[in-house]
Nanobody, 117 residues
Framework: QVQLVESGGGLVQAGGSLRLSCAAS????????KGWYRQAPGKERELVAA???????YYVDFVKGRFTISRDNAKNTVYLQMNSLKPEDTAVYYC???????????WGQGTQVTVSS
């Protein structure tokens, strides 16, 4: 059974940092594109960042310079380092894995990130 399990969420003050992890099991995702999405209350799920199997990264404008996505294929894990957090970053963060860019076949259950002002 394929599973993606996020961890590392929590409550942090504005300006603080969190590091999210997403560990995969059930298969090897070394060749897969990995992505982080988020969904705030009352809003649609949106892409935050993505990373290809070769390490190419993509960030949406509102996280550029603050968030860093990385992956450790040996550990079947993808990370999202979030710095300079803002209250508007408050959301449930989901990791995803897919065989092609922008198409995700597997999703985690999400981890809550809350940034207080």
């Amino acid at each position: 059974q394929v599973q993606l399990v996020e961890s590392g969420g929590g409550l942090v003050q504005a300006g603080g940092s969190l590091r999210l992890s997403c560990a995969a099991s059930g298969r090897t995702f070394g060749s897969y594109v990995k992505g982080w999405y988020r969904q705030a209350p009352g809003k649609e799920r949106e892409l935050v960042a993505a990373i290809s199997s070769g390490g190419y990264t993509y960030y949406v404008d509102f996280v550029k310079g603050r968030f860093t996505i990385s992956r450790d294929n040996a550990k079947n894990t993808v990370y999202l380092q979030m710095n300079s957090l803002k209250p508007e970053d408050t959301a449930v963060y989901y990791c995803a894995a897919g065989t092609s860019w922008g198409v995700y076949d597997y999703w985690g259950q999400g981890t809550q990130v809350t940034v207080s002002s």
